[in-house]
């Protein structure tokens, strides 16, 4: 039998083998040298196929329409839920069925609802499809605008149902922010995630200053009712676009309900114990803490007459305008420095100028300084609001982006709600100067301090290391 394999071996080699046992076409082909170049240039494709990603590398590469998608929606819940706002309070005050003494209930549960179940609902948004969880808040919204408007019209709109409809938007929007920044990463490529959350953060964070304003303005022109119309119209127009969002927002998360809980603990456990995610919270807790008194509510103070004895210095003034366009110029400092400066030096930076706009606006006596000093603080606010939080979701993985993102906006709303009670008190304590330059002293210490000592873990100091 050795001698038959030998012999079959031979055969197989043999012209008579091959008449035997004719090879397949594709293998006698590849013998053929013009065919073999052919395989060649077959494979060149394939190689490029694989280096594409690299494209995330580029500075200048486009974030996608999905991302910009999700800005457009982002926007129009931040607008919708302060036309709400001021429409709900114009009718409070201007109303004769309505006393100044239900402005409390507009103003009031707010703050207190939304803080406080943001990050129950941040283990929701990573229990569910966070695109469902956006859907429905914007729908939401968009049902109680247009429940307020013809309660409005009607003349039906009492006090229980007012504070309902306000608690039920609360709950939605916080819904609705637990959710949105966990979705910024799964829509645009891995490279990118840095600079699509360090942009996309800052701007609707930053954004209160600017659609207080606006939205006063259009509830003075166009009434409490079709301010809550126009809301109810871009709501719904938002939830169409955010069903048409194609990337997966699926985690891998598939815990029983029973178990939120545990789910609620463990999201407080990964924030706590993930390195440099608990400093970056409290760099943009200290944020809000000192920026958040200065301008917040300023349009109220306007609108209510004698609501406050001692207005804040820059409010005659208008500053918040200027304070924006700061928003808009750090949100643009940022994508240029962000691929080639250490998030670490970027923060220390943004401290530094932060001090520096507050000793400007403690010193200043003509029109120009505040000027100065409210760009200034808007170039400062961009990182340490919106970066922050976007280099946390680096640090987490997806199936806790949802809970840490939630803790951190909550935090991060918790130190302007702590701002209001404790900086007016040392501007009619102390006075504007003394307050502000000690405020600059203190954070001109601490810039300092974070560029000497590293706080954060070697891989989220640059976007490069990820």
């Given at each position: 039998?050795?001698?038959?394999?030998r012999?079959?071996s031979?055969?197989?080699t043999?012209?008579?083998?091959?008449?035997l046992?004719?090879?397949?076409?594709?293998?006698?082909?590849?013998?053929?040298a013009?065919?073999?170049?052919?395989?060649?240039?077959?494979?060149?494709?394939?190689?490029?196929?694989?280096?594409r990603?690299?494209?995330?590398?580029?500075?200048?590469?486009?974030?996608?329409?999905?991302?910009?998608?999700?800005?457009?929606?982002?926007a129009?819940s931040?607008?919708?839920?302060?036309?709400?706002l001021?429409?709900?309070?114009?009718?409070?005050?201007?109303?004769?069925?309505?006393?100044?003494?239900t402005v409390?209930?507009?103003?009031?549960?707010g703050?207190?609802?939304y803080?406080?179940?943001?990050?129950?609902?941040g283990v929701?948004s990573?229990?569910?499809?966070?695109?469902?969880?956006?859907?429905?808040?914007l729908?939401?919204?968009?049902?109680?605008?247009?429940?307020?408007?013809?309660?409005?019209?009607i003349?039906?709109?009492t006090?229980?149902?007012?504070?309902?409809?306000?608690?039920?938007s609360?709950?939605?929007?916080?819904?609705?922010?637990a959710?949105?920044?966990?979705?910024?990463?799964?829509?645009?490529?891995?490279?990118?995630?840095?600079?699509?959350?360090?942009?996309?953060?800052?701007l609707?964070?930053?954004?209160?200053?600017v659609?207080?304003?606006?939205?006063?303005v259009?509830?003075a022109?166009?009434?409490?009712?079709?301010?809550?119309?126009?809301?109810?119209?871009?709501?719904?127009?938002?939830?169409?676009q955010?069903?048409?969002?194609?990337?997966?927002?699926?985690?891998?998360?598939?815990?029983?309900?029973?178990?939120?809980?545990?789910?609620f603990?463990?999201?407080?456990?990964?924030?706590?114990?993930?390195?440099?995610?608990?400093?970056?919270?409290?760099?943009?807790?200290?944020?809000?803490?000192?920026?958040?008194p200065?301008?917040?509510?300023s349009?109220?103070?306007?609108?209510?007459p004698n609501?406050?004895?001692?207005?804040?210095?820059?409010e005659?003034?208008?500053?918040?305008?200027?304070?924006?366009?700061?928003?808009?110029l750090?949100?643009?400092?940022?994508?240029?420095?962000?691929?080639?400066?250490?998030?670490?030096?970027i923060?220390?930076?943004?401290?530094?100028?932060?001090?520096?706009?507050?000793?400007?606006?403690?010193l200043?006596?003509?029109?120009?300084?505040?000027v100065?000093a409210?760009?200034?603080?808007?170039?400062?606010?961009?990182?340490l609001?919106?970066?922050?939080?976007?280099?946390?979701?680096?640090g987490?993985?997806?199936?806790?982006?949802?809970?840490?993102?939630?803790?951190?906006?909550?935090?991060?709303?918790?130190?302007?709600?702590l701002?209001?009670?404790?900086?007016?008190?040392?501007?009619?304590?102390?006075?504007?100067?003394?307050?502000?330059?000690?405020?600059?002293?203190?954070l001109?210490?601490?810039?300092?301090?974070?560029?000497?000592?590293?706080?954060l873990?070697?891989?989220?100091?640059?976007p490069?290391n990820r």
């Amino acid at each position: 039998m050795g001698k038959d394999r030998r012999g079959g071996s031979r055969r197989g080699t043999g012209h008579g083998g091959a008449r035997l046992e004719p090879l397949p076409p594709p293998v006698r082909a590849g013998l053929d040298a013009p065919v073999s170049t052919t395989e060649c240039t077959v494979e060149a494709p394939i190689e490029k196929r694989d280096v594409r990603p690299q494209i995330d590398d580029n500075p200048g590469a486009p974030l996608g329409a999905e991302f910009w998608t999700l800005q457009f929606v982002q926007a129009v819940s931040l607008i919708a839920d302060a036309a709400m706002l001021w429409a709900l309070l114009w009718w409070t005050l201007r109303d004769s069925k309505a006393t100044a003494l239900t402005v409390p209930t507009v103003l009031g549960p707010g703050p207190i609802y939304y803080l406080t179940a943001l990050p129950l609902l941040g283990v929701v948004s990573d229990r569910l499809p966070r695109k469902a969880v956006l859907t429905a808040s914007l729908a939401t919204r968009a049902t109680l605008h247009l429940i307020c408007a013809v309660l409005l019209t009607i003349g039906q709109l009492t006090i229980s149902s007012l504070l309902l409809c306000q608690i039920t938007s609360v709950l939605a929007t916080a819904a609705f922010d637990a959710a949105c920044t966990s979705t910024v990463p799964t829509l645009v490529r891995p490279g990118q995630a840095p600079r699509a959350l360090g942009y996309g953060l800052a701007l609707p964070r930053a954004g209160f200053f600017v659609t207080a304003m606006f939205c006063l303005v259009l509830v003075a022109l166009a009434g409490p009712t079709m301010s809550l119309l126009i809301g109810s119209g871009f709501l719904a127009l938002a939830t169409i676009q955010c069903r048409s969002l194609r990337s997966s927002t699926k985690t891998e998360n598939h815990w029983s309900w029973h178990s939120l809980p545990k789910q609620f603990v463990a999201g407080w456990l990964t924030f706590l114990q993930t390195p440099g995610v608990p400093w970056l919270g409290f760099l943009a807790a200290l944020a809000n803490f000192v920026v958040h008194p200065l301008f917040s509510l300023s349009p109220y103070r306007r609108l209510v007459p004698n609501g406050r004895s001692d207005p804040a210095p820059q409010e005659s003034m208008q500053l918040e305008t200027w304070l924006v366009l700061g928003v808009v110029l750090g949100a643009v400092l940022l994508q240029r420095q962000l691929r080639s400066i250490s998030t670490e030096r970027i923060f220390s930076a943004s401290v530094l100028w932060l001090a520096l706009g507050l000793g400007i606006l403690g010193l200043s006596r003509g029109e120009l300084a505040p000027v100065i000093a409210c760009v200034l603080i808007g170039v400062a606010l961009t990182p340490l609001a919106g970066l922050t939080a976007g280099v946390s979701m680096l640090g987490v993985s997806d199936e806790y982006r949802a809970r840490v993102s939630a803790i951190l906006t909550m935090l991060f709303g918790l130190g302007g709600e702590l701002g209001q009670l404790v900086v007016p008190s040392l501007l009619h304590r102390y006075g504007v100067r003394l307050t502000m330059l000690g405020l600059a002293a203190v954070l001109g210490l601490l810039g300092l301090l974070l560029t000497m000592i590293p706080t954060l873990p070697a891989a989220l100091r640059s976007p490069r290391n990820r």
